[in-house]
């Protein structure tokens, strides 16, 4: 594995787009942050801007609004760069699924690496996902 | 020849590793202080080489030179600036007319080089972040020179880096005194508003303005900043050292006391970093041209007194 993907794995910084979700997703991915939970112990960082990020954390059933702000926040974000949809809804559009503003999920939109289900998923499980990210990148790459 | 083994030494890699340690145990000092785990030991350093392999992305619209210029510019400064520490904290005699305002100089130059690419990003966050680490610069510029003027009129009125150290080494530091501690005080206070940190974070403001004037920068742009930050706080505290309390010497246990001089300064940096909020700007600007401008006059009235 080349020393760039090795540096990146080990100093993710994030970044947390809202696609109209119901906020119950961004308050689990604010609770890893705290003492409890604390990603900073594998260097992770929450970015405020999308040009620092590494990790776009995408939750909220993508609408129609969100579609082309979505693509633009993936094209603006430098590159090797990875994508985890969090929660039902950016997965399959959860109760949202019959509704004419969202008509497609998020993985339709820009190719997401993981995807971590619940509704919220709990921070261990967020944790847990994007160690699999880890994992994933480091044998595809290997 | 030497003067080159000095800048690629001792400017640059023997400051930035320093930094990065030091911005290794503020990040770590900071998480205890929350009951975290904080970030492993390496942390800095990974940080600086994953942002070096990123895209590097220029804005549409922005003044492309000065964008990649700023940078640039900034970092060089904080090199040269170190390497002249260096050069006469080891060697005292090897000093010139005036090189205490070189380094006054081109301690401003970093906070400029933000401004410059800010400003050249055309990011309006980024613009209004650049002009009030302006504003923060006018107001914390006038107290920090009058507090280091006072190491100047105690040696007798010399503006050698060298010759102060002299003095120092003679005559007792220069903290000693009751306008040396009072200057100190003073000074860092301006320590903490030139590193950026977290009573005068204004400009940065996380959030507020999502990092300021380095909204734009990604890549080796955002490393380049990120290593100049982290040399900031080796030098800044290094000058502090030479100026009120007698360098550093490499002798016997003067060494563990010039190393315990710097970590009181960065775990006193750290201190007033987690136990403040962040000030306004008004307030900021209200701060350092009222009560720390008048610490800073008191302190040279005394001097010129000869307290």
Known sequence: ?142 | MIYIYYLIFYGFILTALIGLVASWIDRKVTARVQYRVGPPFLQPFIDIVKLLGKENLIPRGSSKITFLMAPIIGFSSVILVSTLLWVNNIDRGNTFIGDLFVVVYLLTIPSISIMMGGFASGNPLASLGASREMKLILSYEFPFILAVSVPIIQSGFSIKIGEILTHQAQSGVVVGSISGTLALIVVILCMQAKLALVPFDIPEAETEIVGGPLIEYSGAGLALYRLMKNMLLFTVPFFIIILFMGGMRYEGIHLLFGILKYIGLVALITVIRNTNPRLRIDQAVGFFWGPVSLIAVISVVLALLGV
């Open chain 1, 1 to 142: 594995m080349s020393i760039k993907l090795k540096a990146l794995l080990k100093s993710p910084w994030v970044f947390h787009l809202s696609t109209g979700s119901c906020n119950n997703c961004d308050i689990e991915v604010l609770d890893c942050l705290t003492p409890r939970f604390d990603i900073e112990r594998f260097g992770m960082l929450l970015a405020g801007s999308i040009r620092h990020a590494d990790v776009l954390l995408v939750t909220g059933s993508a609408n129609r609004k969100c579609i082309p702000r979505i693509k633009k926040i993936y094209e603006q974000m430098p590159k090797p760069a990875l994508v985890v949809a969090i929660g039902e809804c950016s997965l399959s559009r959860g109760m949202f699924i019959h509704s004419y503003n969202c008509p497609v999920p998020v993985d339709h939109i820009i190719p997401v690496d993981v995807y971590i289900p619940g509704c919220p998923p709990k921070p261990e499980a967020i944790i847990a996902g994007v160690v699999k990210l880890i994992e994933k990148v480091k044998q595809s790459k290997s």
